[in-house]
């Protein structure tokens, strides 16, 4: 099992970015995905996750709408679509996978 994510950097504070998790080494469509986020002297932290459909979705409150996540199954992917970014969302964000993390992508807010 594998999680790789990308997409991470630099964004202006209302700003957006994109985040993308390639999962490998399972039966990806089957499965509950989640993002996490750790941001630098905090513990990790829940920012959503997403059924194995699509169809369902959970946020914790401080990204409720202005996150979403979504996930493509004939691709293995999954994504977290961040707007209105604010400095407060800079963290190191990681997608999960059961009890696999995937290396994490630094996500950093800033004017």
Known sequence: VQLVESG???????GSLRLSCAATGF???NHVMGWFRQAPGKEREFVGSISWSG???YYADSVKGRFTISRENAKN?????????KPEDTAVYYC???STWGQGTQVTVSS
């Open 8 to 14: 991470g950097g630099l964004a202006q504070p209302a």
């Open 27 to 29: 039966t990806f469509s």
């Open 55 to 57: 169809g369902t979705t």
């Open 77 to 85: 992917m999954m994504y977290l679509q961040m707007t209105r970014l």
């Open 96 to 98: 999960k996978f059961g």
